[in-house]
């Protein structure tokens, strides 16, 4: 505080009744404490005992007395008086301490501006302080002080060689005029906007609030304040353009029009206000928002029981309600009666068009759908599980799959190929990596005539969800007949054996004209039978009742390769001629089909009347000819979770394989090679992004980390990383990873969150 308070000064100043231990006075007063457990040192400090509704100062000279503290201003005498301290004896001690506050009002050379109003006044009073810090020398209170001892305190702390300071006044009813103007007496008083809803404070008392100011900054549309006799300006609403977020609601604006206002008057041209107005700190409402379950957005207020916040938090959800329904949970649980009733009464004044008060009610989240939330009240067990439930949980390390790519896609492989030509969608892997379930919702509706999986238990997952389109089954494993059968999956039949066991299994549950697939090997060297064999198969499915032919297809090793196309020509040639030999023979319409993906987009029309689609439906093209036509669909991203400053010298990760030769910023990034993020991208083989700027990874990737450096992107806490999205391809990772595009999305690891969007 720095008052240097010296014996004759605080004398003359509060004039003692009487002084006991005058010879003990003699250290001059520097700070004053009302608390014993504010102290902080006891040097040039003096206690004033106040007496309280709960307490009574005086009960607590013998702590302080222990703390180090000589110097007492007391309002009656101590029951043991210590022989070495100094007792100033006065009649009210709360009176005394105005004194001394109004004392070092006085003492203040700079201006003194005061905000008041029901609302916003932290908001104005921080961001004037902005516009005017640091060409300024700026002092502040800490708080919105209501009561006399708070703004005597406010005084009291004020920092004497400030040029400008800025305190809180909040309205109230219980605050004599006369000693806030005595104590305060502010030169300029800014007004927020005060006509919401709540207590309304009549002009009258604004203008005996600041009966000495001589300039008054509002923005009411209201008022007139009639009486007023110095200088009254009323602010307009500043562009909304200017504003740096694009979310401002109308009382930001307000706020921001009136520390603008003042803070121009005071800077009188000195200070670019417009560059400040730029980089506007976000004010932290101490309210939380986020997305919730079933398209609800949540204002979580549950950090204090403040009738302001409820107001702020009030009008934002207001602001942002944009038609949605305004709901309000209000937990009633070891909140005041009376409190309780003032929020009732402030809740009822707004359009709020559902109250819920908690635990009196009992209501299910999910009947609150497409809803504004604002949650108010005492934290506890109840409310924290609520807001859990209602919180849509959002993971640090995910991928985006955005669904409507992925049918663009697959509408560009269809335009391939003739109208007619029937599509099988590949979705083995779990759909490349993703969630089957989602792939199969997403696409059924959208044209498809089949799906493809690699095994019997992919094919029961597709089931599962109610799809009832035909399903091929690449590998049935023996033993897997029974429950192919059971779930109406198709096998693919690729030799004798096989088709012998399936035959067999038929019999046994008796049954006829199983639907199968029977695949040919034309060159690819892996599962079919050979064209040699076709004969002998032709024998068998004519002689076999319990199976049906639904379709013939082989496989092209480099349909991708754009130069030679000579081998996937004689792979097509000998598959059409094996087709037309059995179909000659076997006397029952089945489909063709030889082309996957890259087949698609380079041979289009081969007239087989099936193809099937498998990586290009992701964006992925291996032949360029269709690369125009397509758009990606999965993206990655994961989150910083700390930033490191690593000095000259100082290694980064396991083994200590990166050694830094400057200092630089690195950023810890929750995502190993357990997530599908390769090792061998260790040491700046790869590089994530972050805020569109590579950050090569540092040091080895671990398991479930890594650190990437973000010196030149300049990157904080919770940014996110892009490890697949605009800036890195796919393709360019997987080249990095030294793999190709299929690999790396099957190797992103099952507990990577996926998010299913439609952009
Ligand atoms: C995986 C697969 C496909 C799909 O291949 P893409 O290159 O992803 O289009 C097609 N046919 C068979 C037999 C497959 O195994």
């Known amino acids: 505080m720095n008052l240097k308070l010296n014996f004759e000064k605080i004398n003359l100043l509060i004039e003692p009744l009487e002084i006991i231990g005058a010879n003990n006075c003699t250290q001059e007063i520097d700070v004053i404490y009302t608390d014993t457990r504010k102290i902080r040192t006891s040097k040039g400090a003096a206690f004033v005992a106040l007496k309280g509704i709960q307490s009574n100062g005086i009960e607590y000279i013998p702590s302080a007395y222990n703390l180090g503290i000589r110097t007492f201003i007391i309002a009656e005498k101590p029951l043991e008086i210590f022989p070495d301290a100094c007792y100033f004896i006065v009649k009210d001690t709360l009176s005394t301490l105005g004194k001394i506050a109004q004392w070092k009002r006085k003492q203040f050379k700079g201006q003194l501006i005061a905000i008041t109003g029901r609302i916003g006044k932290t908001t104005v009073k921080e961001w004037l302080y902005h516009f005017l810090s640091p060409e300024m020398l700026v002092t502040r209170s800490p708080k919105s002080y209501n009561s006399e001892l708070g703004i005597i305190r406010s005084i009291l702390e004020m920092n004497e060689a400030a040029e400008i300071a800025i305190i809180e006044v909040k309205p109230h009813s219980e605050l004599s005029f006369e000693t806030i103007n005595r104590i305060i007496q502010p030169n300029i008083a800014v007004l927020t906007s005060s006509d919401g809803a709540g207590v309304q404070f009549p002009d009258s008392y604004y203008e005996q609030l600041f009966a000495q100011t001589d300039i008054l900054f509002h923005s009411s549309r209201k008022r007139q304040f009639e009486k007023y006799i110095g200088t009254k300006i009323n ?222 238990d992919e094919g029961i997952a597709i089931r599962k969800t109610g799809c009832t389109l035909p399903i091929m089954i690449m590998n049935v494993e023996p033993g897997n007949y029974e429950a192919c059968i059971e779930w109406d999956l198709e096998p693919a039949i690729y030799d004798f054996q096989q088709l012998d066991d399936f035959i067999s299994e038929c019999i046994y549950q008796g049954i006829e004209n199983y639907p199968i697939h029977i695949k040919l090997d034309t060159g690819m060297r892996r599962l079919g039978f050979e064209i040699e064999q076709i004969n002998q198969l032709i024998e068998i499915l004519k002689a076999q009742p319990e199976i049906q032919v639904k379709s013939v297809y082989s496989h092209l090793a480099e349909a991708e390769n754009s130069f030679d196309k000579r081998f996937s020509e004689h792979q097509i040639l000998n598959f059409k001629k094996a087709v037309n030999k ?178």
Not at 673 to 686: M, P, T
């Open 235 to 456: 602010v307009p609403l500043i562009d909304k353009q200017k504003f740096p977020s694009d979310t401002a609601t109308e009382a930001q604006l307000m706020n921001v029009s009136l520390a603008m206002a003042c803070a121009e008057h005071i800077s009188d041209g000195k200070i670019d206000l417009k560059e400040k107005l730029a980089s506007l700190p976000e004010l932290a409402l101490r309210m939380d928002t986020y997305e919730g379950i079933q398209d609800n957005f949540i204002i979580n207020d549950l950090y204090n029981l403040d009738e302001e916040a409820l107001i702020n938090a009030l009008e934002f959800q207001q602001t942002i309600a944009h038609g949605r329904e305004c709901i309000v949970i209000l937990s009633t649980e070891g909140i005041e009666k009376m409190a309780l009733e003032k929020f009732r009464e402030i809740i009822a004044e707004h359009k709020v068009q559902r109250i819920i008060e908690i635990p009196s009610i009992d209501f299910q989240t999910d009947e609150i759908q497409n809803s504004v939330v604002l949650i108010k009240g005492k934290r506890n067990a109840q409310i924290n599980r609520l807001i859990n439930k209602f919180k849509l949980k959002k993971h640090l390390t995910h991928v985006r799959i955005d669904l409507k790519a992925l049918r663009k896609n697959i509408v560009a492989h269809k335009k391939m190929v003739d109208p007619e030509t029937k599509m099988l969608l590949m979705i083995k892997a779990s759909g490349y990596g993703s969630e089957i379930d989602k792939m199969v919702h997403s696409t059924q509706s959208f044209g498809i005539d089949y799906y493809g999986v690699a095994f019997v």
């Open 582 to 759: 059995l179909a000659a023979e076997i006397h029952t319409d089945f489909d063709t089909h030889i082309q996957n993906s890259s087949g698609i987009a380079q041979y289009g029309n081969i007239n087989c009347s099936m193809i099937r689609l498998g990586i290009g439906m992701y964006g992925v093209a291996n032949v360029d000819k269709i690369r125009p036509y397509l758009e990606p669909v999965l993206s990655w991203y994961s989150t910083i979770c700390q930033i490191k400053t690593i000095e000259k010298g100082q290694t980064v990760g396991y083994n200590r394989t990166f050694t830094a030769d400057k200092t630089i910023k690195i950023a810890v990034v929750p995502i190993g090679y357990a997530d599908g993020l390769k090792r061998s991208l260790s040491n700046g083989v790869g590089e994530l992004f972050v805020k569109g700027i590579a950050c090569p990874i540092v040091g080895r990737v671990s398991m479930d980390m890594v650190m990437i450096d973000v010196t030149k992107a300049n990157a904080k806490l919770g940014d996110e990383v892009e490890i697949i999205g605009i800036h890195q391809s796919i393709e360019k990772l997987a080249k990095m990873m030294n793999t190709i595009p299929y690999e790396v999305m099957t190797s992103i690891a099952p507990r990577v969150h996926r998010m299913y969007v439609e952009k």
